[in-house]
């Protein structure tokens, strides 16, 4: 009977370790993020309701509600004073959370100053962080190598970003970042690696002008270009000179008739 009773104790306290275990599995992530003006808020609610995590937003305590120039103006002024925002504080418990997506628009290559505030105040030794970002033209991979050498006790790595111009393909591409890195369950078709880059041809010229001859920031010279494509859509990867440094530019093209080139990305960190 003694040993009866035992056994049926030690069945109890196992069920109640993998109930642990099941509920620490299932740990819920945290999406914090700052937005000025909307386009980072709309990218964080979808991965919040892609992901099932919680989510908060990151304020300053005089936000920056000035337009675009009065903006650029304030924090230039910030960063050669070394002044950073205060921030209200953050109430969700980070210790509750080992995965945390922190996002923010892209403020001169980087995350924008309430991020870094953030950053600074709270401790995010030993958490997967993971960043996403909107942005003009690009500023993702510059922006996440930041954050690593800022937070090098955590492991930081490159989540996902999206020029604003482009917000409305946020949910489908959100959608295949995470399935594709295994964050949420389903299968998608990866994409496939871009072919070696070769010198570009005129048409390729062509379709890089349509996709960026508007865009005011960038003003690189396409070199040479690497394709890869699926039945919808030709993706190129070009390698461009602007004042005597090369960076990459993406643009894909539907390949349906008569699509228009769309410029997705400016990688300058490389
Ligand atoms: C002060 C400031 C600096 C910016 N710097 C960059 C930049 O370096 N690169 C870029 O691609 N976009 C830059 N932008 C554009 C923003 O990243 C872009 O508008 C972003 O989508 C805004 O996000 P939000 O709506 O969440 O605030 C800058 C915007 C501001 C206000």
Redo the contacts with the bound molecule.
């Keep these: 009977m003694r040993k009866l009773w035992l056994l049926a104790a030690l069945a109890a306290l196992l069920s109640c370790a993998s109930e642990k275990k099941q509920d620490e599995g299932a740990s819920k992530a945290l999406v914090i993020f700052?937005?000025?003006?909307?386009?980072?808020?709309a990218v964080a609610e979808e991965l919040q309701k892609q992901l099932g995590a919680d989510i908060e937003a990151i304020e300053a305590v005089e936000a920056?509600d000035g337009d675009?120039q009065a903006?650029?103006q304030r924090?230039q002024q910030e960063r050669a004073e070394g002044v950073l925002p205060e921030i209200k504080p953050v109430e969700a418990d980070l210790s509750q959370y080992d995965v945390i997506f922190i996002g923010?628009?892209?403020?001169?290559?980087?995350f924008?100053p309430p991020v870094e505030s953030f950053i600074k105040n709270y401790d995010l030794s030993g958490k997967r962080i993971i960043t996403f970002?909107?942005?003009?033209?690009?500023?993702l991979d510059s922006s996440t190598a930041d954050m690593q050498r800022a937070l090098p006790d955590a492991d930081v790595v490159m989540g996902y970003g999206v020029?604003?111009a482009r917000i409305e393909s946020a949910p489908a591409e959100i959608e295949y970042f995470l399935k594709s890195n295994k964050m949420v369950e389903g299968e998608v078709d990866l994409l496939p690696d871009y072919s070696a880059p070769q010198p570009v041809s005129e048409e390729e010229i062509a379709i890089y002008d349509a996709a960026c001859g508007d865009y005011p920031?960038l003003h690189a010279q396409p070199v040479r270009v690497g394709k890869a494509a699926t039945a919808a859509m030709t993706y190129y990867l070009y390698e461009a000179e602007e004042n005597g440094q090369m960076l990459k530019v993406k643009v894909q093209v539907g390949n349906e008739e008569g699509a228009k080139p769309e410029f997705t990305e400016?990688l300058r960190a490389i």
């Design positions: 700052y937005s000025q003006t909307g386009a980072t808020r920056y675009f903006t650029i924090s923010y628009p892209v403020w001169f290559g980087t924008a970002c909107t942005f003009g033209s690009g500023g020029r604003n920031m400016v």
